[in-house]
Protein backbone atom coordinates (compact mmCIF):
# COMPACT_ATOMS: atom_id res chain seq x y z
CA UNK A 1 0.00 0.00 0.00
CA UNK A 2 1.47 3.62 -0.87
CA UNK A 3 1.78 5.24 2.24
CA UNK A 4 -0.40 8.43 2.85
CA UNK A 5 0.92 11.74 2.48
CA UNK A 6 1.38 14.20 5.49
CA UNK A 7 -1.36 16.78 4.71
CA UNK A 8 0.33 20.16 5.13
CA UNK A 9 -3.23 21.88 6.17
CA UNK A 10 -5.60 20.79 8.85
CA UNK A 11 -8.20 22.92 10.91
CA UNK A 12 -6.32 22.25 14.51
CA UNK A 13 -2.94 21.41 14.94
CA UNK A 14 -2.33 19.55 18.25
CA UNK A 15 1.35 19.95 19.37
CA UNK A 16 2.05 17.50 22.04
CA UNK A 17 0.63 13.78 22.41
CA UNK A 18 0.67 13.45 26.44
CA UNK A 19 -2.85 12.53 28.08
CA UNK A 20 -3.68 16.67 27.25
CA UNK A 21 -2.90 16.68 23.75
CA UNK A 22 -4.16 13.32 23.42
CA UNK A 23 -7.41 14.54 24.95
CA UNK A 24 -7.10 17.32 23.21
CA UNK A 25 -7.37 16.12 19.46
CA UNK A 26 -10.23 13.36 20.05
CA UNK A 27 -12.26 16.06 21.48
CA UNK A 28 -11.45 18.17 18.30
CA UNK A 29 -12.32 15.82 16.35
CA UNK A 30 -15.48 15.05 17.89
CA UNK A 31 -16.65 18.53 16.83
CA UNK A 32 -15.83 17.52 13.36
CA UNK A 33 -12.63 18.88 12.86
CA UNK A 34 -9.49 17.85 10.75
CA UNK A 35 -6.90 17.63 13.17
CA UNK A 36 -2.99 17.15 13.00
CA UNK A 37 -0.98 15.79 15.94
CA UNK A 38 2.23 16.31 15.80
CA UNK A 39 5.40 14.47 18.66
CA UNK A 40 7.59 12.28 18.97
CA UNK A 41 8.09 10.79 22.24
CA UNK A 42 10.73 12.20 24.36
CA UNK A 43 12.42 10.53 27.74
CA UNK A 44 10.65 11.95 30.57
CA UNK A 45 6.99 12.48 29.72
CA UNK A 46 4.97 13.20 32.74
CA UNK A 47 1.38 11.40 31.03
CA UNK A 48 2.72 7.96 31.18
CA UNK A 49 5.06 8.11 34.43
CA UNK A 50 2.34 9.54 36.59
CA UNK A 51 0.80 8.10 39.81
CA UNK A 52 -2.99 8.40 37.73
CA UNK A 53 -4.39 10.19 41.12
CA UNK A 54 -7.44 11.65 40.51
CA UNK A 55 -7.09 13.26 43.80
CA UNK A 56 -8.96 17.05 43.99
CA UNK A 57 -10.03 16.80 47.62
CA UNK A 58 -6.67 16.01 48.82
CA UNK A 59 -4.74 18.04 46.76
CA UNK A 60 -6.53 21.89 47.71
CA UNK A 61 -8.04 20.88 50.93
CA UNK A 62 -6.48 23.62 52.51
CA UNK A 63 -8.36 26.15 50.25
CA UNK A 64 -11.80 27.24 51.98
CA UNK A 65 -14.55 25.28 49.53
CA UNK A 66 -15.61 27.25 46.37
CA UNK A 67 -12.56 29.27 46.80
CA UNK A 68 -9.90 27.91 44.52
CA UNK A 69 -10.67 27.75 40.76
CA UNK A 70 -8.62 25.19 40.29
CA UNK A 71 -9.88 23.39 42.74
CA UNK A 72 -13.45 23.40 40.61
CA UNK A 73 -11.98 22.41 37.48
CA UNK A 74 -10.31 19.17 39.12
CA UNK A 75 -13.26 17.97 40.71
CA UNK A 76 -15.20 19.07 37.25
CA UNK A 77 -13.29 17.05 35.27
CA UNK A 78 -13.40 13.78 37.88
CA UNK A 79 -16.77 14.06 37.54
CA UNK A 80 -16.31 13.73 33.51
CA UNK A 81 -14.02 10.82 34.14
CA UNK A 82 -16.39 8.13 34.26
CA UNK A 83 -18.26 9.25 30.64
CA UNK A 84 -15.22 10.04 28.99
CA UNK A 85 -13.47 6.38 29.80
CA UNK A 86 -16.92 4.46 28.62
CA UNK A 87 -16.64 6.73 25.71
CA UNK A 88 -13.03 5.34 24.75
CA UNK A 89 -14.37 1.39 26.19
CA UNK A 90 -17.29 2.41 23.30
CA UNK A 91 -14.36 3.39 20.65
CA UNK A 92 -11.54 0.77 21.50
CA UNK A 93 -12.84 -1.97 23.73
CA UNK A 94 -10.48 -1.27 26.24
CA UNK A 95 -11.05 -0.88 29.67
CA UNK A 96 -9.03 1.58 31.46
CA UNK A 97 -8.80 0.82 35.16
CA UNK A 98 -10.72 3.61 37.29
CA UNK A 99 -10.61 3.03 41.19
CA UNK A 100 -13.69 5.30 42.74
CA UNK A 101 -12.82 3.69 46.34
CA UNK A 102 -11.84 7.16 47.93
CA UNK A 103 -8.71 7.31 49.57
CA UNK A 104 -7.37 8.27 52.60
CA UNK A 105 -5.19 11.15 53.67
CA UNK A 106 -3.08 9.92 56.70
CA UNK A 107 -2.05 11.88 59.47
CA UNK A 108 1.39 10.78 61.27
CA UNK A 109 0.55 12.90 64.81
CA UNK A 110 -1.82 14.90 66.91
CA UNK A 111 -0.59 17.81 65.25
CA UNK A 112 -0.92 16.52 61.65
CA UNK A 113 -4.86 15.11 62.48
CA UNK A 114 -5.31 18.80 63.86
CA UNK A 115 -4.23 19.69 60.48
CA UNK A 116 -6.71 17.41 58.72
CA UNK A 117 -9.27 18.07 60.38
CA UNK A 118 -9.07 21.68 60.60
CA UNK A 119 -9.10 21.89 56.79
CA UNK A 120 -11.68 18.59 56.06
CA UNK A 121 -13.56 20.05 53.20
CA UNK A 122 -17.15 18.67 52.19
CA UNK A 123 -18.06 15.09 51.93
CA UNK A 124 -14.70 14.02 53.89
CA UNK A 125 -15.08 12.00 56.86
CA UNK A 126 -12.39 11.91 59.76
CA UNK A 127 -11.69 8.19 61.11
CA UNK A 128 -9.58 7.01 64.00
CA UNK A 129 -6.26 5.32 63.76
CA UNK A 130 -8.49 1.75 64.58
CA UNK A 131 -10.74 2.48 62.05
CA UNK A 132 -7.99 3.02 59.04
CA UNK A 133 -6.39 -0.10 60.60
CA UNK A 134 -9.70 -1.97 60.04
CA UNK A 135 -9.70 -0.82 56.63
CA UNK A 136 -6.45 -0.80 55.52
CA UNK A 137 -4.42 -3.39 57.95
CA UNK A 138 -1.04 -2.25 56.33
CA UNK A 139 -1.59 0.81 57.56
CA UNK A 140 0.46 1.48 61.35
CA UNK A 141 1.46 4.36 63.58
CA UNK A 142 -1.25 7.14 61.84
CA UNK A 143 -2.84 9.27 63.85
CA UNK A 144 -6.30 8.80 61.90
CA UNK A 145 -6.74 9.44 58.01
CA UNK A 146 -9.00 12.08 56.67
CA UNK A 147 -10.85 9.63 53.97
CA UNK A 148 -12.27 11.53 50.67
CA UNK A 149 -14.94 9.06 49.13
CA UNK A 150 -15.12 10.51 45.98
CA UNK A 151 -11.54 10.74 44.97
CA UNK A 152 -9.75 7.59 43.26
CA UNK A 153 -7.13 6.73 40.63
CA UNK A 154 -6.91 6.04 37.10
CA UNK A 155 -4.57 3.48 35.33
CA UNK A 156 -3.37 6.29 33.05
CA UNK A 157 -0.62 4.03 31.32
CA UNK A 158 -4.26 2.23 30.01
CA UNK A 159 -5.49 5.77 29.40
CA UNK A 160 -2.56 6.86 27.17
CA UNK A 161 -2.85 3.37 24.84
CA UNK A 162 -7.08 3.73 24.63
CA UNK A 163 -6.46 7.29 23.49
CA UNK A 164 -4.00 6.14 21.05
CA UNK A 165 -6.12 3.44 19.76
CA UNK A 166 -8.84 5.68 19.68
CA UNK A 167 -6.99 8.45 17.77
CA UNK A 168 -5.26 5.43 15.48
CA UNK A 169 -9.09 4.97 14.22
CA UNK A 170 -10.43 8.28 13.99
CA UNK A 171 -10.86 9.34 10.47
CA UNK A 172 -10.18 12.98 11.32
CA UNK A 173 -6.79 12.89 12.94
CA UNK A 174 -3.44 12.44 10.95
CA UNK A 175 -1.11 11.74 13.77
CA UNK A 176 2.72 13.23 12.69
CA UNK A 177 6.11 11.56 14.39
CA UNK A 178 7.30 14.72 13.79
CA UNK A 179 8.09 17.33 16.66
CA UNK A 180 7.16 20.84 16.27
CA UNK A 181 10.34 22.97 15.95
CA UNK A 182 8.16 26.55 15.78
CA UNK A 183 5.62 28.23 15.65
CA UNK A 184 4.38 31.43 13.54
CA UNK A 185 0.97 33.36 14.14
CA UNK A 186 -0.60 36.33 13.48
CA UNK A 187 -0.72 35.75 9.45
CA UNK A 188 -4.32 34.38 8.29
CA UNK A 189 -3.42 31.39 8.93
CA UNK A 190 -0.60 30.00 11.84
CA UNK A 191 1.87 27.42 10.67
CA UNK A 192 4.28 25.34 12.55
CA UNK A 193 7.55 24.04 11.20
CA UNK A 194 8.17 20.72 11.83
CA UNK A 195 11.73 19.24 12.83
CA UNK A 196 13.97 17.66 11.10
CA UNK A 197 12.43 17.87 7.58
CA UNK A 198 11.37 21.76 7.96
CA UNK A 199 7.83 21.09 6.15
CA UNK A 200 5.33 23.44 7.30
CA UNK A 201 1.37 23.19 8.25
CA UNK A 202 -1.13 25.35 8.04
CA UNK A 203 -3.89 25.55 10.26
CA UNK A 204 -6.79 28.01 11.69
CA UNK A 205 -5.51 27.11 15.24
CA UNK A 206 -2.47 25.97 17.38
CA UNK A 207 -2.99 23.92 20.01
CA UNK A 208 0.29 24.03 22.32
CA UNK A 209 0.33 20.60 24.56
CA UNK A 210 3.95 20.24 24.54
CA UNK A 211 4.24 19.35 28.96
CA UNK A 212 7.77 20.33 29.96
CA UNK A 213 9.13 21.16 26.44
CA UNK A 214 6.28 23.98 25.21
CA UNK A 215 8.80 26.43 26.63
CA UNK A 216 11.65 24.97 23.85
CA UNK A 217 9.21 25.70 20.61
CA UNK A 218 10.50 28.59 18.50
CA UNK A 219 8.02 31.17 17.14
CA UNK A 220 5.83 31.65 20.84
CA UNK A 221 4.66 35.10 21.06
CA UNK A 222 5.72 35.65 25.04
CA UNK A 223 7.47 33.65 27.73
CA UNK A 224 5.95 30.55 29.78
CA UNK A 225 6.51 29.75 32.98
CA UNK A 226 6.60 26.06 32.90
CA UNK A 227 9.33 24.33 34.05
CA UNK A 228 9.87 20.54 34.75
CA UNK A 229 9.98 19.01 37.88
CA UNK A 230 11.16 15.77 38.01
CA UNK A 231 9.09 12.93 40.07
CA UNK A 232 10.85 9.97 40.56
CA UNK A 233 8.67 6.64 41.51
CA UNK A 234 8.55 2.88 42.19
CA UNK A 235 6.76 0.07 42.46
CA UNK A 236 6.35 -3.38 44.31
CA UNK A 237 4.37 -6.01 43.84
CA UNK A 238 0.84 -6.01 45.31
CA UNK A 239 1.27 -9.82 47.32
CA UNK A 240 1.96 -10.78 50.82
CA UNK A 241 2.08 -7.77 53.06
CA UNK A 242 1.61 -5.81 50.68
CA UNK A 243 -1.70 -4.93 49.82
CA UNK A 244 -4.17 -2.04 49.77
CA UNK A 245 -7.38 -1.36 48.11
CA UNK A 246 -7.00 2.42 48.69
CA UNK A 247 -4.98 5.15 47.27
CA UNK A 248 -3.47 6.84 50.49
CA UNK A 249 -1.40 10.15 50.89
CA UNK A 250 0.93 10.81 53.89
CA UNK A 251 2.47 14.03 54.27
CA UNK A 252 5.28 13.94 51.54
CA UNK A 253 4.34 11.29 49.42
CA UNK A 254 1.49 8.40 48.27
CA UNK A 255 1.02 4.78 47.39
CA UNK A 256 -1.04 4.09 45.24
CA UNK A 257 -2.64 0.21 44.13
CA UNK A 258 -2.31 -0.64 40.39
CA UNK A 259 -3.58 -4.22 39.42
CA UNK A 260 -0.92 -6.97 40.26
CA UNK A 261 1.46 -3.99 41.65
CA UNK A 262 1.25 -0.95 44.49
CA UNK A 263 2.79 2.66 43.10
CA UNK A 264 5.04 4.47 45.55
CA UNK A 265 6.05 8.18 45.00
CA UNK A 266 7.41 10.72 44.32
CA UNK A 267 9.79 13.49 44.86
CA UNK A 268 9.25 17.03 43.27
CA UNK A 269 12.55 18.39 42.12
CA UNK A 270 13.92 20.95 39.82
CA UNK A 271 16.35 18.90 37.85
CA UNK A 272 15.73 20.25 34.32
CA UNK A 273 15.29 18.14 31.42
CA UNK A 274 17.28 14.90 33.06
CA UNK A 275 14.18 12.45 33.74
CA UNK A 276 16.42 9.88 35.56
CA UNK A 277 16.50 7.89 39.01
CA UNK A 278 18.46 8.53 41.76
CA UNK A 279 19.73 5.98 44.44
CA UNK A 280 19.29 9.02 47.27
CA UNK A 281 15.83 10.01 45.35
CA UNK A 282 13.95 6.35 45.40
CA UNK A 283 15.18 5.70 49.10
CA UNK A 284 13.85 9.25 50.05
CA UNK A 285 10.34 7.92 48.58
CA UNK A 286 10.67 4.64 50.06
CA UNK A 287 11.13 6.00 53.33
CA UNK A 288 8.83 8.19 53.66
CA UNK A 289 6.24 5.69 52.76
CA UNK A 290 7.13 3.43 55.20
CA UNK A 291 6.26 6.15 58.21
CA UNK A 292 2.91 4.45 57.58
CA UNK A 293 3.03 1.91 55.24
CA UNK A 294 5.83 -0.41 56.73
CA UNK A 295 6.62 -2.75 54.14
CA UNK A 296 7.54 -0.05 51.63
CA UNK A 297 10.81 -0.03 53.42
CA UNK A 298 11.59 -3.63 52.21
CA UNK A 299 9.34 -4.77 49.24
CA UNK A 300 11.49 -5.58 46.48
CA UNK A 301 11.49 -3.06 43.41
CA UNK A 302 9.44 -4.08 40.53
CA UNK A 303 10.38 -1.14 38.88
CA UNK A 304 11.88 2.54 38.90
CA UNK A 305 11.07 5.66 36.72
CA UNK A 306 10.64 9.13 36.91
CA UNK A 307 9.18 11.68 34.89
CA UNK A 308 9.08 15.47 34.58
CA UNK A 309 5.56 17.20 35.42
CA UNK A 310 4.87 20.64 33.64
CA UNK A 311 4.66 22.71 36.63
CA UNK A 312 3.76 26.60 36.80
CA UNK A 313 4.44 28.86 39.71
CA UNK A 314 0.82 28.78 40.63
CA UNK A 315 0.21 24.70 39.62
CA UNK A 316 -2.22 25.64 37.93
CA UNK A 317 -2.57 24.72 34.49
CA UNK A 318 -2.01 27.48 31.34
CA UNK A 319 -5.68 26.88 29.68
CA UNK A 320 -6.94 29.29 27.05
CA UNK A 321 -6.29 31.86 23.94
CA UNK A 322 -3.29 33.95 23.77
CA UNK A 323 -4.77 37.36 24.26
CA UNK A 324 -3.32 38.04 21.02
CA UNK A 325 -3.13 35.84 18.98
CA UNK A 326 -6.58 34.13 19.37
CA UNK A 327 -5.43 31.29 16.91
CA UNK A 328 -3.60 30.01 19.32
CA UNK A 329 -4.60 28.14 22.26
CA UNK A 330 -2.40 26.62 25.46
CA UNK A 331 -3.29 23.42 26.57
CA UNK A 332 0.24 23.31 28.90
CA UNK A 333 1.48 23.46 32.43
CA UNK A 334 -1.19 20.59 34.40
CA UNK A 335 1.81 20.43 36.90
CA UNK A 336 0.54 18.02 39.31
CA UNK A 337 -2.71 17.23 37.99
CA UNK A 338 -2.77 16.65 34.04
CA UNK A 339 -4.13 12.95 34.17
CA UNK A 340 -6.93 14.33 36.54
CA UNK A 341 -7.50 17.22 34.09
CA UNK A 342 -7.46 15.81 31.04
CA UNK A 343 -10.85 14.99 30.09
CA UNK A 344 -12.36 18.44 30.91
CA UNK A 345 -8.85 20.02 29.01
CA UNK A 346 -10.02 18.63 26.06
CA UNK A 347 -13.13 19.38 26.20
CA UNK A 348 -12.29 23.49 26.77
CA UNK A 349 -10.02 23.39 23.75
CA UNK A 350 -12.94 22.19 21.31
CA UNK A 351 -14.82 24.62 22.64
CA UNK A 352 -12.31 26.88 22.55
CA UNK A 353 -11.29 26.24 18.67
CA UNK A 354 -15.24 26.20 17.94
CA UNK A 355 -16.47 28.93 20.19
CA UNK A 356 -19.00 27.28 21.71
CA UNK A 357 -19.90 27.78 25.81
CA UNK A 358 -17.00 26.38 27.50
CA UNK A 359 -17.75 23.82 29.94
CA UNK A 360 -15.38 25.22 32.86
CA UNK A 361 -15.01 28.22 33.85
CA UNK A 362 -11.03 29.32 32.13
CA UNK A 363 -10.40 32.69 34.32
CA UNK A 364 -7.96 31.61 36.36
CA UNK A 365 -5.68 29.80 33.89
CA UNK A 366 -5.13 32.58 30.95
CA UNK A 367 -1.42 33.15 30.64
CA UNK A 368 -1.59 36.87 31.15
CA UNK A 369 -1.69 35.63 34.61
CA UNK A 370 2.32 35.97 34.97
CA UNK A 371 3.93 38.78 34.37
CA UNK A 372 6.10 37.19 32.22
CA UNK A 373 3.41 36.35 29.89
CA UNK A 374 4.01 40.03 28.30
CA UNK A 375 4.35 40.06 24.88
CA UNK A 376 7.50 39.17 22.71
CA UNK A 377 8.03 41.56 19.32
CA UNK A 378 8.37 39.21 16.97
CA UNK A 379 5.51 37.01 16.58
CA UNK A 380 4.57 36.49 13.50
CA UNK A 381 8.25 36.29 12.15
CA UNK A 382 8.59 33.07 9.96
CA UNK A 383 9.28 30.04 12.16
CA UNK A 384 13.15 29.38 12.23
C1 LIG B 1 5.94 11.24 39.02
C2 LIG B 1 4.69 11.95 38.59
C3 LIG B 1 3.51 11.67 39.26
C4 LIG B 1 2.32 12.31 38.86
N1 LIG B 1 1.15 11.94 39.44
C5 LIG B 1 -0.02 12.49 39.01
C6 LIG B 1 -1.24 12.06 39.56
O1 LIG B 1 -1.27 11.19 40.41
N2 LIG B 1 -2.39 12.65 39.12
C7 LIG B 1 -2.39 13.62 38.16
O2 LIG B 1 -3.45 14.13 37.80
N3 LIG B 1 -1.22 14.03 37.61
C8 LIG B 1 -0.04 13.49 38.01
N4 LIG B 1 1.14 13.91 37.47
C9 LIG B 1 1.14 15.03 36.54
C10 LIG B 1 0.68 14.61 35.15
O3 LIG B 1 1.36 13.44 34.78
C11 LIG B 1 0.95 15.76 34.16
O4 LIG B 1 0.37 16.96 34.62
C12 LIG B 1 0.36 15.44 32.79
O5 LIG B 1 0.70 14.13 32.39
C13 LIG B 1 0.85 16.44 31.75
O6 LIG B 1 0.45 15.99 30.48
P1 LIG B 1 0.97 16.69 29.17
O7 LIG B 1 0.30 16.02 28.04
O8 LIG B 1 0.80 18.17 29.33
O9 LIG B 1 2.55 16.47 29.18
P2 LIG B 1 3.40 15.17 28.78
O10 LIG B 1 2.73 13.93 29.17
O11 LIG B 1 4.79 15.40 29.30
O12 LIG B 1 3.41 15.19 27.21
C14 LIG B 1 4.10 16.17 26.48
C15 LIG B 1 4.04 15.77 25.02
O13 LIG B 1 4.65 16.78 24.23
C16 LIG B 1 5.52 16.16 23.31
N5 LIG B 1 6.51 17.13 22.84
C17 LIG B 1 7.59 17.63 23.47
N6 LIG B 1 8.23 18.51 22.67
C18 LIG B 1 7.52 18.58 21.52
C19 LIG B 1 7.64 19.32 20.32
N7 LIG B 1 8.66 20.18 20.12
N8 LIG B 1 6.75 19.14 19.34
C20 LIG B 1 5.71 18.27 19.50
N9 LIG B 1 5.55 17.56 20.64
C21 LIG B 1 6.43 17.71 21.63
C22 LIG B 1 6.06 14.97 24.06
O14 LIG B 1 6.62 14.02 23.19
C23 LIG B 1 4.77 14.49 24.70
O15 LIG B 1 4.01 13.75 23.76
C24 LIG B 1 2.33 13.26 37.81
C25 LIG B 1 3.53 13.51 37.13
C26 LIG B 1 4.69 12.86 37.51
C27 LIG B 1 5.96 13.12 36.75
Redesign the pocket.
Known amino acids: MAPTATPSVADVTV????????AAALALADQGLDVLL?????P????????????PSVEDSHSPPGADPGRQFALASLERYPGFLDSLAARTGITVPLNRRGIFRVALDETGARDLRQHRGPRAQWLSPDAVRKIEPGLVSTAGAMFYPADG?AD?VALLHALDVAIERSPRIHRMR????AIAVGAARATCTL?GSGDTISSSHIVL??????T??GGLPRAIPVEP?????LSVAATGAAVLGHVVYGPDS?I?PRGDRILI??TMERAGFDPVTTDVGLAGVRARAAAYWPIAATAPTISAW?????VTPDLLPILGRDPDYPELIY????????????PLTGDCVAALVTGAASPASLGAFGIERFAGGARRGASSAAPS
Open positions: VGAGLIGLAATSHGEASPAGAGMLAANNDVRAAAGAWTLIYRGQMYVGSAGLRPACGHSRNGILMA
